[in-house]
């Protein structure tokens, strides 16, 4: 069920854009029992771009072993931060069907509304009379 993607999509590429990042956005599905929405890992994706003046600066002078390990865990923490910061402003934003935005590591993850959600689909199915489902 691809409920509100392209919003979530552009809402997400909106708050990318204020921040001089862009990425490739997908979402995934998060299914029932655990919750009901959907995922992005762009924020993981984007986390070495996002902390790149802060690996170059910290690891110049590193021998190569040692700079992989740091860059990886900057780039890793940039992008939990990115992630946390996306989720507060995304959690603002009025995202059709969307209760509620929240990061879990470098994750973005959107929990659908069931009472919305719900009221949207039943609404689509009843427009539709006889003739839902037909082909």
Request: one cysteine or more.
């Amino acid at each position: 069920m691809q409920v509100a993607h392209a919003e979530i999509i552009s809402a997400i590429n909106g708050a990318l854009a204020s921040r001089g990042l862009s990425g490739k956005v997908a979402l995934l599905e998060i299914e029932p029992p655990r919750d009901w929405g959907v995922s992005s890992n762009v924020c993981f994706m984007l986390g070495r771009e996002a902390a790149a003046e802060e690996i170059a600066r910290q690891t110049e002078g590193l021998g190569k072993k040692e700079a992989k390990q740091l860059s990886g865990q900057l780039a890793n923490e940039a992008g939990v931060r990115l992630a946390g910061e996306l989720a507060g402003e995304l959690q603002q934003a009025a995202l059709p069907y969307i209760g509620r935005v929240e990061a879990e590591g470098a994750y973005l993850n959107f929990y659908y509304d069931a009472a919305r959600l719900s009221a949207h689909v039943v609404g689509t199915v009843m427009a539709g009379g006889d003739s839902f489902g037909g082909e």
